[in-house]
């Protein structure tokens, strides 16, 4: 009882600057629809080059137009962004975010569920649309995460959401992906404790329950249509994937459980299969690529998983793999936080991977290896208008975002922060707003 009225009251003193800020906003900015033109850009299109003073053109939420000679209409709102550049929204491919809003309050965290297997609970009917990290991110220029349950053998249905939306169905990006997590033959501290036939004897039951379930699944999927077979929720998730019709997301970090689950993927015959995780993955580089597996990684600003390794294995992993011919995406793995994905990919383009690969891997590599590469991570022509407007590379830490589109609406570039920060800089203590502020003085 006492720890519950603990959890209760770290609730509410969580929600109370989002009470004052409500009561001291003059009014809420709204999110605007319609048709913009957006002009004398640079426009980073990612997959067709960068398009110096170019124009944007966007109605009804996609792009229609984009170029040096677009003709603007005479009822499009004309943005002139003034030589700054435009990029397409940034893709985290690994996160929690909509998910868990406070990290220390149970009752706040809805990504985990109890059981080792539970493939067919939807992390998208988890989602909290009035997260307050969600405003945090998108201005940071994320307008797309990859939202994952974590947790047990086969943990759930993640699902990729656009940061803007009343609704989780608003939300939705459009595609879904079942996780597993690889049985791993490093595990926790613990884990290392107990002696090598130990950790084997564990690591070859958690192997045992995975394929007695994608037995399961396979049989299920070669009756599913008898009028004997009963409902199996469990097994049922997983049909689509026997059939190539829903892609699994396998963890895997360490070095021998890469090729482990390569094997596992090759033995069971699937089709649509992604590796993340893959911390180890610049030492069997070579062999992912011949796999022809892609590869979601990261966080990227990590530790090296081996003390024997060098300080920057994490930050090099990335840049080894793409130069080993992998299509990488990068994620952070944060709810809070899923605002520094820019800098996950910084330190992956310092070192090795390059700048535009970089790019790559959190917008159109992101895309494609999540399913959404029709609609999302580029800017071309009949894609979604999500995008936004930088003062310079948004892999720099001094550089601004001006402007942000989600699915064609302008989103205002407000979020609990901006309102702490723009509070807090102007403080006036005094009760009566008519008079100034007091200066403190020491003596």
Same mark, same amino acid.
């Given at each position: ?12 003193l ?6 004052i ?8 900015l709204?999110a605007?629809? #319609? ?8 426009i ?11 124009? !944007? /053109? ?13 003709r ?7 943005i002139?962004?003034?030589? +700054?550049? @435009? ?11 909509g998910?868990a809003?406070?990290? *220390? ?11 080792? !297997? ?5 992390? !998208?009917?988890?989602?909290n649309?009035?997260?307050?990290? @969600? ?10 995460? &990859?939202t994952m349950?974590?947790?047990?053998i ?30 791993s ?12 036939? $130990?950790?084997?004897k ?9 394929n007695?379930? &994608?037995?399961?699944a ?6 599913e249509?008898?009028d ?15 059939? #190539?019709? /829903?892609?699994?997301?396998?963890? %895997?970090?360490?070095?021998?459980d890469? /090729? *482990?689950? @390569?094997? &596992?993927?090759e033995?069971?015959?699937? +089709? ?5 995780g893959?911390s $180890?993955?610049w030492r069997?580089?070579d062999?992912?690529a011949?796999? #022809?597996?892609s590869?979601?990684?990261?966080p990227?600003q990590?530790?090296?998983?081996r003390?024997s ?19 990488v995406?990068?994620?952070t ?22 700048r535009?690969?970089?790019? +790559? ?14 609609q !999302? ?5 009949g894609?979604? %208008? ?7 590379d ?14 064609g ?8 922060q ?5 509070e807090?800089?102007n403080?006036?203590? *005094? ?6 502020a007091?200066?403190i003085? +020491?003596?």
């Amino acid at each position: 009882m006492k720890t519950l009225r603990i959890n209760i009251i770290a609730c509410l003193l969580a929600l109370v600057p989002m009470f004052i800020m409500a009561q001291e906003d003059d009014q809420v900015l709204k999110a605007r629809g #319609g048709k913009f033109a957006l002009t004398n850009a640079k426009i980073y299109t990612v997959t067709n080059g960068v398009i110096e003073n170019g124009t !944007l /053109l966007i109605n009804n939420g996609v792009i229609e137009a984009v170029g040096t000679n677009v003709r603007i209409p005479a009822d499009a709102e004309v943005i002139d962004v003034n030589g +700054k550049e @435009i990029y397409p929204g940034m893709i985290d491919s690994g996160t929690t975010l909509g998910l868990a809003e406070i990290s *220390s309050i149970a009752e706040a965290n809805d990504f985990r569920e109890f059981g080792a !297997l539970t493939p067919q609970m939807q992390a !998208l009917t988890a989602v909290n649309p009035n997260s307050v990290a @969600i405003p945090v991110t998108r201005v940071s220029g994320v307008t797309t995460v &990859w939202t994952m349950p974590r947790g047990g053998i086969l943990p759930g249905t993640a699902a990729s959401i656009n940061l803007f939306g009343y609704t989780p169905d608003q939300m939705d990006a459009g595609s879904k992906g079942i996780v597993m997590n690889f049985p791993s033959t490093a595990g926790g501290r613990r884990f290392r404790r107990l002696s090598a036939e $130990e950790r084997k004897k564990r690591q070859e039951k958690a192997l045992k329950t995975v394929n007695d379930a &994608w037995d399961k699944a396979e049989l299920y999927a070669s009756i599913e249509n008898s009028d004997d077979v009963r409902s199996y929720p469990e097994i049922e998730a997983l049909v689509p994937v026997v059939k #190539g019709e /829903l892609t699994l997301f396998i963890e %895997a970090n360490a070095a021998k459980d890469i /090729l *482990s689950a @390569i094997e &596992w993927v090759e033995k069971r015959g699937y +089709k649509k299969v992604v590796l993340t995780g893959v911390s $180890e993955g610049w030492r069997v580089a070579d062999e992912i690529a011949k796999s #022809g597996l892609s590869v979601i990684t990261g966080p990227v600003q990590a530790v090296p998983t081996r003390q024997s390794d060098a300080y920057d294995a994490a930050y090099a992993n990335p840049g080894v793999m793409a130069e080993a011919g992998i299509k990488v995406a990068i994620r952070t793995m944060e709810a809070e936080n899923v605002r520094n994905l820019p800098y996950h990919a910084g330190f992956a383009a310092a070192y090795g991977m390059g700048r535009e690969e970089a790019l +790559k891997a959190i917008t159109i590599n992101a895309a494609e290896i999540l399913g959404v590469g029709d609609q !999302l991570g580029s800017i071309e022509v009949g894609k979604k %208008a999500n995008f936004f407007v930088a003062t310079g590379d948004p892999f720099e830490t001094s550089t601004k975002i001006t402007d942000l589109f989600i699915d064609g609406y302008k989103v205002p570039m407000t979020s609990r922060q901006i309102r702490l920060y723009d509070e807090f800089l102007n403080r006036n203590p *005094s009760t009566d707003k008519t008079k100034p502020a007091v200066s403190i003085k +020491k003596k």
